[in-house]
């Protein structure tokens, strides 16, 4: 909107850059183009204020496909006015020379052209295409007719109105249909996943089994190596009676050699021992003999006389003095 100041009956108007500004003073026209700023009378100023920047036109409606669906369509126009003369003269683009706000809803009715111009021939299109068709290959076919029906639309080149651009962001069934359609895709993504546990599930039975066999394989090699561990110490503690008997033998052997040596040593000595007595008892049986009685008998008694417990004190009577000391050859008697 333009910006319009009062000053002693006359007005001041400055327009944006984006704005395209007619003025007409007795039907002529003042001043016309963008950017512009002047003073007026408002009584006698015909202004008419034409915007030439890109304008987004947002579209929502309802179509129905080949198959009697109904979706609904979503999508932009991108327009401009291109030319603004041709604009201001085929639509309502004055504005109140006071306030510099429109008299009428021009970008209404170019909405409602582009709108209608848009919807016709998206349905044309939709009316002959299944719903399977339209959501999958949809949006591109109602985009490019949507641009080639407007870009062949004879009113708006008539208007000034270029299309800049088109733009289809959705097309969508009823809720109900929509969730129809999204249940074979889940079922297949559950069987998928289903499947996909089942995999895992499988493989990781596969590596119990393994392990359960790598366990087993483990346990039989493991009593294999007691089995042989087994004969190893039975074969060496054979190894070790056999060495001990055998040492035994030896031992046994030496033992008895020994015995054997001890006693013929034992029994040459007894017998040399035997020999020695018998020389000594026969040499003391011929001193005896050559003796005579009266020695061995005083022998006698003093080997007696050894063998007796110590006398301190003995009294003989005359009688057995005597006959002693006749005995021995000896004199008189002694108390």
């Known amino acids: ?54 304008r987004e036109l947002a579209m929502a409606f309802h179509a129905r496909t080949a198959d009697f669906q109904d979706v609904s369509v979503q999508s932009t126009v991108t327009y401009r006015i291109g030319a603004p003369e041709a604009a201001a ?32 021939h ?7 295409t299944p719903l399977a068709a339209a959501l999958v290959d949809g ?54 996943a289903d499947r996909a546990t089942y995999e895992r599930r499988a493989v990781a039975v596969e590596r119990e089994r393994t392990i359960a066999e790598n366990e087993l394989a483990s346990k039989i090699e493991l009593a294999r190596q007691e089995e042989r561990l087994v004969d ?9 009676a056999e060495e001990s008997a055998a040492a035994d033998a030896v031992r046994a052997e030496a033992e008895a050699a020994r015995k054997v040596r001890l006693a013929r040593a034992e ?6 021992v035997g020999e020695a007595r018998a020389a000594a008892q026969a040499a003391w049986l011929r001193v005896h003999g050559e003796v005579d009685a009266a020695t ?6 003093t080997r007696a006389a050894e063998n007796l417990p110590r006398i ?11 006959g002693l000391l006749a005995k021995l050859g000896g004199g008189g008697a002694t108390s």
Request: aromatic share 4%; glycine share 6%; net charge neutral.
């Open 232 to 240: 190893q110490r039975g074969t060496n503690a054979r190894r070790e």
């Open 89 to 120: 003269t085929r639509l309502d683009f004055s504005i109140d020379p006071d306030t510099g706000a429109w008299r009428g809803a021009p970008l209404e009715q170019i909405a409602t052209l582009l709108t209608e111009t848009a919807q016709q």
């Open 1 to 54: 909107m333009a910006d319009i100041t009062r000053r002693a009956g006359w007005r001041h108007l400055r327009s944006a850059p984006t704005a395209h500004i007619r003025h007409h003073r007795r039907g002529r026209l003042v001043h016309d183009g963008t950017g512009l700023s002047f003073w007026y009378r408002s009584l006698s100023a015909a202004l008419s204020e034409v915007p030439v920047n890109d």
């Open 139 to 192: 949006v591109a076919a109602v985009r490019d007719r949507i641009a080639d029906g407007l870009a062949a639309e004879p009113r708006l080149p008539a208007t000034g109105i270029e299309v800049v651009a088109v733009r289809v962001v959705a097309i969508r069934p009823e809720p109900e249909v929509e969730r129809a359609l999204r249940t074979p895709a889940r079922e297949q993504i559950q069987q998928e």
């Open 296 to 301: 061995l008998h005083a022998l006698a008694v």
């Open 312 to 322: 301190e004190q003995l009294t003989l009577s005359p009688d057995v003095l005597t």
């Open 267 to 272: 029994a040459e000595a007894a017998r040399e």
């Open 122 to 128: 998206a349905l044309d299109v939709l009316a002959r």
